[in-house]
């Protein structure tokens, strides 16, 4: 079969199940078993597809109708300017999660001689903190995660990007095994509520980590926590930058407000115009 007939069948297949992105999927899907790149076929529609390809790309085409991501299936996603490792240990990570790194980097203008120290929180696959590290040469990150599956996928995916050096990673839960002081801290952490939970897409409620996803009847209990916890570990003037859910915003502001011990609060908008970020200053201990 010529490749734009495996992927007009997959795409109308897709579709009838309902998959936001059928054309795109079935393309990635291809690619994948082919060992190419999506434009390498797509220049050649008519380009035959071998038989063992073909039934290996009917295998992966049976995961994604039953509603397995893709990321999950190909074993990587893209993120920032790199290719990440990811499994069902770790959350996919998404384009709003640039808005983050973004944020941050605006914050990193010390001169190009200074160490500048920064922790990000339930790092997951590492993404955040290597696009950082790859941002900033002279940043030192440590990045924690409760899951030992989730920081064997990040140590892997630091190891091949060769960012290692910039990294420490280390097991617990939020702040516990972290004893010391940052410019930066940083967090994508769990915001889904228990309400929302039960509504979420079965490709996200089915295989990604709960644990990556909920946060209680609210959606609130990660934020208390960290808002609560991180000046203990900023320097003074130092930032918090924290990822938020679309409709988060105003509940996430309270509770740094009712902290009293932020300033210069602020919100981010991502690409699309919803409130993706909230920073914050650590206000100077008198």
Known sequence: ????????????????????????????????????????????????????????????????????????????????????????????????????????????????????????????????????ASEIPLARLTATDISAAALATARKNADTLKLNSQIIFLQGDLFEPVDDFFDIIVSNPPYIGEDEYEKLPVGVKNYEPPEALQAGADGLDFYRKIVAEAPGHLNNNGWLLLEIGSTQDAPVIDIFNASGQYSDISVRKDYAGLPRVIKARRKING
């Open 1 to 132: 079969m010529p490749v734009r007939d495996i992927i007009n069948e997959a795409a109308r297949n897709f579709a009838m199940a309902g998959i936001a992105s059928p054309r795109l999927d079935a393309e990635i899907l291809l690619a994948f078993c082919l060992d190419c790149e999506r434009l390498d076929f797509l220049k050649n529609p008519s380009l035959p597809v071998a038989e063992n390809a073909l039934a290996s790309f009917q295998k992966l085409a049976e995961r994604r109708l039953k509603g397995e991501p893709v990321a999950y299936i190909t074993g990587r996603k893209e993120f920032w300017s790199f290719v990440l490792d990811v499994n069902n240990s770790v959350l996919i990570p998404r384009p709003d999660t640039e808005v983050l790194v973004e944020e941050a980097l605006i914050l990193c203008k010390k001169p190009d001689t200074v160490e500048i120290k920064i922790l990000d929180i339930g790092t997951g696959s590492g993404a955040i903190a290597l696009a950082l």
